[in-house]
């Protein structure tokens, strides 16, 4: 029997081309937030205050940023193919990002997705500036803003079998607790060294053939 799966992608860098924050950051940042960025991935800031401190330089309107992203954010040209496959066969498809709102809404709805669910964080302009909301927060793990290894835990725990694809640091504890990981950039780095078992990638392409050959497609 064919296991039920239920598949989650990370958005930033997996289901697109370029990472929306780093669009941002480059644009309309401080040239300080590679710094910031570089404590993050060494351990010594939580995702959630790098995030927070990197946001904090930005002075764009939110229609900026839109604009911005509109202009610059591809996504991975695999990725339409793939989610009609996956659809056919009704399997759910849930994008999980350590991201924003915002800025999925505004890839998704100008590739024609905007229907597609996601979990990210909110991001809330005030005064003039950006501020970050964490609406996922995680009784389990201080060291995401988003912790993406909830909803796999719950997934896993409803009897599916979690089929998790992603690129980069908040997605590590999501990448231990799936069924199967599709992993690359700074994640697959990640989880060779830690010895946390994933699959390389770089398209959806990849990750089809993969589930095919597996027959789980
Ligand atoms: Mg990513
Ligand atoms: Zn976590």
Known sequence: MKPQLLIACDF??????????????????SPRWREIQERVVSGELSIREGLEAEMRTVKASSEELRSLLRDRVEVDPAFHAFLKRVRAHGIPLVCLSGGFD???????????????????????????????????????????GHCKGDPIRTWNGQGYRTVF??????????????????AKDELLAWSRAQGVEAVGFSTFADVQRELEDRRWL
Request: with cysteine.
């Open 12 to 29: 930033d860098g997996t289901v697109t081309r370029q990472d929306t924050l780093v669009e941002i950051l480059n644009r309309f940042g």
């Open 102 to 144: 915002l800025c999925l809404e505004t890839v998704l709805t100008q590739v024609g997705l905007g229907t597609l669910p996601f979990l990210a964080n909110r991001l809330v302009r005030n005064n003039g500036s950006w501020h970050v909301q964490f609406p996922y927060p995680s009784s389990t793990c201080s060291a995401c």
């Open 165 to 182: 694809a992603g690129n980069g640091v908040t997605d590590r504890c999501a990448a231990r607790l799936a069924g199967l990981t599709f």
